[in-house]
């Protein structure tokens, strides 16, 4: 089991910018595929954006274009650049760390986005 630690959430007006950090330890971060997922109040939690070992990125519709997963293996941390934030973006984030069919979560960081 490896530990996930989130960064970077707070609260942001329509329209603006926020990156989260995602920093992982415990074990090799090259060797675990990352992702971002959110939950709103009442709602379920989603898949916002994940990325491959080797680097492949995927993104719910309702983000792409707008938001960008990186990682950076020297750090052993993933990234989630939002721009454009909407209202309906306000949720906890969540990191994610998958290996093995076995997933690894982070504590959550809540992103606020009002006006």
């Known amino acids: 089991q490896v530990r996930l630690v989130e960064s970077g959430g707070g609260l942001v007006q329509p329209g603006g910018s926020l990156q989260l950090s995602c920093a992982l330890s415990?074990?090799?971060?090259?060797?675990?595929?990352m992702g971002w997922y959110r939950q709103a109040p009442g709602k379920q939690r989603e898949l916002v954006a994940g990325?491959?070992?080797?680097?492949?990125?995927n993104y719910a519709d309702s983000v792409n274009g707008r938001f960008t997963i990186s990682r950076d293996n020297a750090k052993n941390t993933v990234y989630l650049q939002m721009n454009s934030l909407k209202l309906e973006d306000t949720a906890v984030y969540y990191c994610?760390?998958?290996?093995?069919?076995?997933?690894?979560w982070g504590q959550g960081t809540q992103v606020t986005v009002s006006s």
């Open positions: 994610t760390a998958d290996r093995f069919g076995l997933r690894d």
């Open positions: 415990g074990n090799i971060f090259e060797l675990y595929n």
């Open positions: 990325i491959s070992n080797s680097g492949n990125t």
